[in-house]
Structures are given as C-alpha cells and as structure tokens.
C-alpha cells in the first residue's frame, strides 16, 4: 500500500510541475536605473491596446488610474528624490496617474499594498502630487510601458507611454 501511495504522489507531483504556465494578458515588468547613486525600481504589469481606444476611453480623463493593469504599480527611490522642488522621502509608493488631455498628475501613494485603486482613497496617503505636460508621439505604442529617459548624473525622467501619448515627470537625485 506504501509503494502504491508514493507511486500515487510521485505522479501527482510530476503532472503538477510539468503543467505549462500560459501568458498574462497584461505581462509583468521591472525594471531598475541607477540615477547618480540612487536606484530606482518600477513593477508593473503592461496591458496591450487590442485595438481599444486607450486614453479618454478605457482610462478616462479625470479620474486616478492604477497606471498599469492588475495590482498598483510600485516605484521604489533608495534615496529621497525630489519632483518640481518638492521632495519625495526614498521608500515604496504605489504609482498612481490621473490622465487628462494635456496634462497628468503622477501621484505617488504611501500606501503600495493595494490590488488596483484603493477601495477607499485616503488623502492623507499621498506622499507627493506632481502635473506633467501630454506629448502627443507619432507611433501607436501597443503595450503600457514605463521608462527611465533623459538620464545624467543628477536627473532623470519617469516616462509612460502608450497608445499615442507620452507624458514625463523629471525627478532629481542628490550625490
């Protein structure tokens, strides 16, 4: 009975971690930039345009995105940083946009433990609330992506892109 028990597991175990994993429709991402000597960590999941109208539509203007799909996108600063002269303490925040035409406010959240937006929205949780200008680009970007730009020694760019918009919030580092 013990050999047909340890039979019976030893099949059970090797169906379950031959099973194949399938694709997320919205791909986890990371991605990490050291800017002067201070790192920076985004993760996020990247949804695809599937032929949606993205901005206005799926995300409306005027109201606060995940910015990105499933669970909130979460940026990690090793060191404080600062946005439009205003400082951002290092720690973990949860990403948070509010898209309009013109113009986005990137907002970055205490609080990065939620699945999506928060079910209650807790003013007192924003660390820092910064406006960016929209920049209309010439190519469809399928997949939300996020990334590092313009990069020196003391600065960079927190770029998100998608469907035909960009929009740039430039933070500065100490050394």
Not at 14 to 38: D, L, N, R
Request: proline share 4%; aromatic share 14%; no cysteine.
């Amino acid at each position: 009975m013990k050999k047909f028990l340890l039979s019976l597991f030893v099949v059970a175990i090797s169906f379950s971690t031959t099973a194949q994993k399938k694709p997320k429709a919205s791909p986890f991402s990371k991605i990490v930039q050291t800017v002067g000597i201070t790192d920076v960590t985004v993760e996020f999941s990247r949804p695809g345009m599937k032929g949606r109208t993205i901005f206005g539509d799926l995300v409306p203007f005027g109201k606060v995105w995940r910015t990105g799909a499933n669970e909130n996108t979460k940026i990690t600063f090793s060191k404080d940083v600062t946005f439009s002269g205003k400082t951002l303490k290092a720690g973990t925040y949860a990403l948070y946009t509010t898209p309009n035409k013109d113009s986005w406010d990137f907002i970055f959240y205490s609080d990065a433990t939620n699945w999506g937006n928060p079910k209650k929205w807790d003013e007192s949780k924003v660390a820092l609330k910064v406006s960016a200008k929209v920049d209309e680009i010439p190519v469809k970007i399928e997949t939300f992506t996020i990334s590092f730009d313009d990069l020196t020694l003391t600065s960079g760019v927190l770029g998100l892109m998608w469907e035909n918009t960009y929009v740039g919030a430039k933070f500065e580092v100490k050394n």
